[in-house]
């Protein structure tokens, strides 16, 4: 029963997940919230200000590993996200049947504040969290290992900074998680005061 239960909770996120980013690419989503058609719309704009704008202008249009980027961001953003919704369900079960709850790590009630204020706080958390995770990937043999396929670009483009390994999202995004975890929760820091789909 109780690996019964931790089987489905994975299989129905992976396979919500796999539903999801079905339904993205057939624009069977909310314009608004379709992040798969929404980052091919902002990387083939920021693609055209690269062409018509170059900053280094003896640089193929389609320069040195275009395509293996083109790879990494849909991997990276799509692909991995499937794989691994699963665990995150498995992860927020575990943690509910234990007792940890949301609000179980809070440090600062932002609910106090203004909106204006939660969002300043909310960005320079997260932006903390990310540079310190950045220090970590530098400074440690293990992870640099990881982090140095980011480093790899000979030709920089508008999808270089898209570039990384699987295991970087590893670390960044428990890290994430739990600075928005310190400021009580996601939901509470959005204006619209709604959860994220």
Request: aromatic share 24%; net charge positive; charged share 15%.
């Amino acid at each position: 029963m109780f690996f019964e239960k931790y089987l489905n909770a994975f299989t129905s996120s992976f396979l919500g997940m796999v539903n999801w980013t079905w339904r993205s690419i057939i624009f069977d989503v909310p314009w608004y919230n379709n992040y798969f058609w929404g980052l091919i719309v902002i990387s083939l704009v920021v693609w055209g200000l690269e062409i018509a704008f170059p900053w280094r202008k003896n640089q193929s249009i389609f320069r040195k590993d275009f395509w293996l980027d083109g790879f990494y961001m849909f991997f990276n953003f799509f692909l991995f996200a499937i794989a691994v919704s699963g665990f995150y369900k498995i992860l927020s079960l575990l943690f509910s049947d234990l007792g940890i709850k949301e609000g179980s790590l809070t440090l600062l009630d932002m609910s106090a504040y203004p909106n204006w204020l939660q969002l300043f706080i909310f960005f320079m958390i997260l932006d903390l969290v990310q540079w310190y995770t950045h220090v970590l990937l530098h400074k440690y043999r293990f992870l640099w290992k990881f982090h140095q396929i980011h480093h790899s670009v000979k030709e920089m483009g508008f999808a270089a900074h898209l570039r990384f390994h699987w295991m970087e999202n590893i670390l960044y995004k428990p890290l994430k998680t739990f600075g928005v975890m310190i400021l009580g929760g996601f939901e509470r820091i959005l204006p619209t005061g709604r959860k994220p789909a």
